[in-house]
């Protein structure tokens, strides 16, 4: 069974650093792309970038690029979010998503992880 | 950078009714789109991908369809599980801004 199990909740104060995780398993860790998806409170899904496990080859969204940093870990089959300096404005929900390539040939995050809130308050 | 806009941004239907989501990409993108339900407190589901081929298990009452830059989510006869926010997506990166369903 494909599980991808996210890290826990988190509450940080503004300027603080901070990495979330998500560990993947029932399926071959570094040959699927993972990517993370925010959804900030009441709003939508946003894309922020994605990473290949097997080579490390990672893709960021314009809007996050350099906000954030994607990471994996092979050998521990697990894909990292990580912020060196949080704010406010970080406060969401942060989800990381399996993405494969369907019978279609068009890529599709088919397996989520359950989603990590992170909340940033002073 | 692609950008997706969705219509309506949220209606109101009752269980039976046939319920029809557009997404409209900036530029052409073949069949590179994805729908995904989302549920409050849940972790979002993949329904259709490739414009028109739904996801393993997903009932049948969904489809998809292209016209163009023009994409369509179809629900034939809502159920009450359906009742959700739902989303486009360029399956290469950007999401819609999704489309709420609530009860009539």
């Known amino acids: 069974e494909v599980q991808l199990v996210q890290s826990g909740a988190e509450v940080k104060k503004p300027g603080e650093s901070l990495k979330i995780s998500c560990k993947g398993s029932?399926?071959?860790?570094?040959?699927?792309?993972i990517g993370w998806v925010r959804q900030m409170p009441g709003k939508g899904l946003e894309w922020m970038g994605i990473i290949y496990p097997g080579d490390s080859d990672t893709r960021y969204s314009p809007s996050f690029q350099g906000q954030v940093t994607i990471s994996a870990d092979k050998s521990i089959s697990t894909a990292y979010l990580q912020w060196s300096s949080l704010k406010a404005s970080d406060t969401a929900m942060y989800y990381c998503a399996r993405q494969s390539e369907m019978a279609t040939i068009t890529p599709a995050f088919d397996f989520w992880g359950q989603g990590t809130l992170v909340t940033v308050s002073s | 950078d692609i950008q997706m806009t969705q219509s309506p941004s949220s209606l109101s239907a009752s269980v039976g009714d046939r319920v029809t989501i557009t997404c409209r990409a900036s530029q052409y993108i073949r069949s590179y789109i994805n729908w995904y339900q989302h549920k409050p407190g849940k972790a979002p589901k993949l329904l259709i991908y490739?414009?028109?081929s739904l996801q393993s298990g997903v009932p049948s009452r969904f489809s998809g369809s292209v016209s163009g830059t023009d994409f369509t989510l179809t629900i034939s006869s809502l159920q009450p599980e359906d009742f959700a926010t739902y989303y486009c997506q360029y399956s290469y990166s950007t999401f819609g801004p999704g489309t709420k369903v609530d009860v009539k």
């Open positions: 490739g414009a028109s």
């Open positions: 029932g399926y071959s860790f570094t040959t699927y792309w």
